[in-house]
């Protein structure tokens, strides 16, 4: 099912282990993953749209140039047809991700016919890892290493410190 580019669209707000872990497999299955970062989405974030498309690239570029990380605004659907991309990549880790999930890619699929949304399990070690436990915890001062990759934890840990008492 080996199929051009995949967008991977999120606010990545920061990149996680778990998002790495997608990336990783998605590329067994297409040739190319754009990570589509969310400019202002339905959440409120913590890094600037800058920091966290940078943070992106740092953990991707292990991946070479089967990866490509920008911004975006506006509808995913408009995005995806500006890229000429049919397929969406989303993470499943547990039903409460289902329901909001199958939402968008039903109302994705109305607006653009053509587009499919590609679902991939989150790998056992990573089901409880999200962006919101790494802000918590990082924020907080505690350790983050376990959750991110290796290559930004240190610029992460400077992220957090600028920030603790300001949130
Ligand atoms: P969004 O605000 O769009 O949910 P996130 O950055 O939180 O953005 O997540 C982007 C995508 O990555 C989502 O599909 C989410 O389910 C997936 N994801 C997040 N964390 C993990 C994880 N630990 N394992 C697998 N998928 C994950």
Do not use: W
Request: hydrophobic letters at 40%.
């Amino acid at each position: 099912m080996k199929n051009n580019t995949v967008i991977f669209p999120g606010s990545f707000d920061p990149f996680t282990n778990g998002h790495v872990n997608l990336v990783q497999r998605a590329l067994s299955l297409f040739d190319h993953v754009r990570i589509a970062v969310v400019s202002k989405g339905r959440k409120h974030t913590l890094f600037s749209l800058e920091e966290r498309i940078n943070l992106a690239e740092q953990a991707c570029a292990c991946f070479g140039q089967a990866v490509i990380v920008e911004g975006f605004s506006g509808l995913l659907v408009d995005y995806a047809r500006s890229c000429k991309c049919r397929a969406i990549l989303r993470g499943l880790r547990a039903i409460s991700d289902f329901d909001y999930e199958t939402q968008m890619a039903l109302i994705n699929k109305r607006l653009y016919p053509e587009l499919e949304t590609v679902y991939l399990a989150a790998r056992e070690d990573n089901l409880f890892v999200s962006s919101s436990v790494v802000r918590e915890i990082g924020l907080n001062g505690g350790p983050i290493e376990q959750f991110v990759p290796s290559s930004i934890a240190e610029e992460l840990h400077k992220g957090f410190l600028l920030r603790q008492g300001t949130c």
